[in-house]
């Protein structure tokens, strides 16, 4: 065992240099110092125990002497002593190995640290070359690689240059030959619409001419016949033989002529479309009644008839179908006159004194329809009725003629001529259209009911009868004659007739949105085309026609895919242009807010205010020269446009 500590403290040392030389550069320098010192240390103090456990002696259960311990001799004493002395100095040895491994470990560990610092050294010097290697061949791979990409770019550039030069070529024969095709094209449609706009432009002054005079002559000759004829007896009736109720009627062609028979009936026992409170009346034949007689227009139509009924227009014989006595089948379903007839049961009801004046003429006129006293004789409530005798293959299609209009109806913009004098300038001041808001829309609002009744009460009931719905308010036909009236009263004469029809007949939604935001400012419009027409603004601040002109042409290129308002626009002088300079201007600036009613409505209102706003005509400066703008002026200050022309 004497040989284990030496053994034991070599082992260490061994480990200690192996650990250092041999443990990876992940282990820091202090772990690397603490582990060389500590381990030979830990060895030894392991060895010089097991050294002084070899040398004691065993211990060895004995029994208990029976007697105390006896006192040692003069010899035993001194064994005993020299045995601690000896132990003592082996002790002193043991403590001896450890300090000298401990310095050992000591030194050992300052020798890692010199190895390691030496290492790293080398590493570091090492890293650095590597480093500069790197970055030298980096350099160099940098600069033969920018020598290519410069050769590969320049090559590159050489070959875009010429492709670019060889397109651009072929782009200017191309577009060359486009142009070529392009003006031609354009010459010949510019040559077509000019001959059309020449030939439009002929007939509707022709047109406007032939119906100013014909208004003309016509006012002339009721002029002169209320101022010449004398005041006429109401016409009697030719008494027409007795026993001879037999009566005929034009048809709305006049070559059908269709027969009836007079004849005396009780008013309960006719079957009308509708009952007496409007509803629908299940028990008539539904077929024969095309118009709509529980509608309150309708409603209002039969109480005006009760209420100033006049008998003979129900008695008397104006061969015609729509007029005289009502018209029944043998089933006593009335097929023309639902309304009269209604109207003679309301009268029965709610107006005495009508009823008994229809009774008395009725009893009259007799003779005058081939019957006599005694067809009244047993009947309760008698009228006079035309019962059918021809007979008709088609029953609702002689229901339909017989409630068709016998005369030529007016067109739209004839109609709208006439009720744009319909329309004052106090009532149009009442219409009221909220941003965002259309011109259907607002007329079907309660904020315009005194203006829709304004415009409805100047008409017959059977005319108002057409343009009113179910509950009273506009239907569409009534909207759009209100529409029509207004722009044909604003923008007076050829002007406003042709912005109606452009804007009843347009298909393209921004037509639509120029009529909303036309329509929504027409009170401004009105006001300042009044300052205007009444001399109190310079008459070459109204921009009507120039206006009409813009959209009527904005409205026929969109329904004609081979011209854009720039082509049109860009046309040469040398053809006849339909518009002038100032109206392609408006073209142009309408084809761009078309779809923005809302910018539409600013333009226009923008317009309206600056008229308002401009001097009285006869202000002038200092140079007695007028100090009114032109309407170019006001277009460009509105639209901030620059024009060639101001």
């Given amino acids: 065992m004497s040989t284990l500590a030496p053994i034991l403290d070599a082992i260490g040392i061994i480990i200690s240099t192996v650990w250092i030389y041999l443990v990876p550069d992940t282990f820091s320098d202090v772990t690397l110092v603490h582990v060389a010192i500590w381990t030979p240390a830990i060895i030894g103090m392991v060895a010089a125990s097991w050294r002084m456990l070899q040398r004691s002696p065993p211990i060895v259960s004995q029994p208990a002497p029976a007697n105390p311990t006896p006192r040692l001799n003069h010899r035993q004493r001194y064994a005993r002593i020299k045995r601690i002395a000896v132990d003592k100095r082996l002790l002193q040895e043991e403590e001896e190995r450890a300090q000298k491994a401990a310095a050992q470990a000591v030194a050992d560990a300052a020798h890692a640290d010199r190895v390691a610092a030496e290492r790293a050294q080398r590493e570091k010097a090492r890293e650095e070359a590597k480093a500069q290697k790197l970055a030298q061949q980096a350099a160099e791979r940098a ?8 050769a590969r770019e320049e090559a590159k550039a050489q070959k875009l240059a010429q492709q670019a030069a060889e397109r651009a070529q072929l782009a200017a024969q191309r577009e060359k030959a486009r142009e070529e095709a392009k003006a031609q094209k354009l010459a010949q449609q510019a040559a077509e619409r000019a001959q059309l706009a020449a030939q439009r432009a002929a007939e509707q002054s022709d047109r406007a001419e032939r119906r100013r005079q014909a208004k003309e002559e016509a006012k002339a000759q009721r002029a002169a016949e209320r101022a010449t004829r004398p005041p006429r007896p109401r016409p009697q009736p030719r008494p027409r033989p007795a026993g001879d109720p037999v009566t005929r009627a034009f048809g709305a062609d006049p070559s059908r002529i269709y027969e009836f028979r007079y004849r005396v009936v009780s008013l309960d026992e006719l079957i009308t479309s509708n009952t007496d409170s409007g509803s629908i009346n299940p028990e008539y034949d539904r077929a024969l009644q095309p118009r709509q007689r529980d509608r309150a227009a309708s409603r209002r ?3 005006h008839a009760a209420k100033n009924l006049v008998p003979e227009a129900l008695i008397w014989d104006f061969k015609a179908l729509d007029k005289g006595a009502p018209i029944i089948g043998s089933d006593r379903q009335v097929e023309s006159g639902n309304g009269r007839t209604m109207a003679l049961r309301r009268a029965r009801m ?21 019957l006599s ?10 009228v006079l009725v035309r019962e059918r005798i021809t007979e008709v293959s088609d029953r609702t299609a002689f229901a339909r003629e017989a409630n068709a209009p016998p005369v030529l109806q007016m067109s739209t913009l004839e109609t709208a001529a006439v009720d744009a004098n319909r329309i004052t300038a106090d009532l149009i001041a009442r219409l009221n259209v909220r941003e965002g808001q259309s011109i259907d829309q607002a007329l079907r609002t309660k904020a315009n ?7 409805i009460g100047t008409m017959s009931e059977n005319e108002s009868a057409l343009l009113l719905r179910k509950d009273g308010t ?8 209100i529409k029509a009236a207004m722009f044909v009263r604003t923008f007076e004469g050829e002007s406003g007739e042709r912005l109606a029809e ?5 298909l393209d939604n921004d037509i639509k949105n120029f009529e909303t935001g036309l329509s929504a400012s027409l009170p401004v419009l009105s006001r300042a085309e009044y300052l205007v027409a009444t001399g109190q603004r310079a008459a070459d601040l109204s921009m009507a026609d120039d206006i009409s002109r813009a959209l009527d042409m904005l409205a026929r290129l969109r329904e004609h895919d081979g011209l854009t308002v720039e082509e049109y626009v860009g046309q040469s002088a040398l053809f006849e242009r339909e518009t002038t300079a100032f109206q392609d201007e408006l073209l142009v600036y ?10 539409i409505r600013e333009f226009f209102g923008a317009y309206a205010s600056a008229v308002e706003d401009a001097p009285h005509p006869d202000q002038v400066d200092l140079f007695g020269e007028s100090i009114s703008p032109s309407k170019e002026q006001l277009f460009s200050r509105i639209t901030g446009r620059k024009l060639a022309l101001v």
């Fill in 474 to 481: 506009l239907a569409q036909s009534g909207i759009r004659r």
């Fill in 350 to 370: 709610e107006h005495a004194d009508k009823w008994a004046a229809y009774q008395e003429t009725l009893r009259a006129n007799l003779l005058a329809v081939g």
């Fill in 301 to 303: 139509q039969v109480e």
């Fill in 590 to 599: 309408f084809d761009e807010i078309g779809r923005s009613p809302k910018k």
């Fill in 143 to 150: 600069q033969l690689a920018a020598q290519r990409e410069k």
């Fill in 449 to 455: 009911a005194d203006f829709v009744r304004g415009f």
């Fill in 502 to 506: 452009t804007f009843l007949e347009a």
């Fill in 373 to 382: 006293e005694s067809d009244l004789a047993g009947v309760e409530s008698p």
